[in-house]
């Protein structure tokens, strides 16, 4: 059962903007208003007790199929929740890009790394932009979104840096909180349904590959570059 608690920290934490979209009105995209991304200042929420609980983490990172050696990409990595588990999972042969547009995330994740004493150099931290992420090209065999792609103020800029980022077979791991599910207690801003996700992936170049439908709030879709 979810808590009052929990639904008010929800509206809280992803209520604000960072600071490069201040006073800014958010762009449209396919029919889409952009959201404004979560300001780093509400960072704890990413790693909340109830999370696993919530979201299913994770049977997710499961769904995932990681291998040691892959090269994998944690795009709005935040302060690293999902990061410092791929980087476990694929191990000293492999690397996770972990790519965020606010710095501050990224010396949260630095901080953590530390912490969960992961090797420096399997995870590398890149501060991207609003319209490049700043990927090397044909690098990545897998790529992840968490509730972040629906906050890309330029979305077909962006997946085409993300496209031409994957290696020939490479995969987008696109999760989003479902907007078909009224019960899933996020601003709706911040979900977004199937229809949409295909209409914004396909006009860009990608095709779906896998769909995932047994996590409790969100979609999990995999893409492959349509070539």
Known sequence: M?????????????SGASGQQAGKEAPVFHGRKVAFTMHWK??????RTTREREEAASEMVTALKIKPGMSI??????NGFHTLTMAK?????????????????????EQRRKEAEIKDGIIVPILGGDNDPKLPENSIDLLLMVDVYHEFWEPKA?????????K????????????EDTTVPIKPDHKMSKMQIMKEYTASGFKLVESYDKLP?????FFERQD
């Open 217 to 221: 709030w969100q979609h999990l879709m």
């Open 168 to 179: 020939p077979g490479g995969r987008v791991a696109l999760v989003e909180y479902r907007e």
């Open 89 to 109: 999972l694929t191990g000293e042969a492999g690397k996770v890009y972990a790519v965020d547009i606010q710095q501050e995330m990224l010396d949260f994740l």
């Open 73 to 78: 990409c944690d795009m709005g990595c935040g």
């Open 42 to 47: 509400g960072a704890a929420w990413l790693t």
């Open 2 to 14: 979810r808590t009052w608690i929990t639904c008010c920290l929800v509206a809280l934490f992803v």
């Open 158 to 166: 962006m997946l085409a840096h993300i496209r031409k980022s994957l």
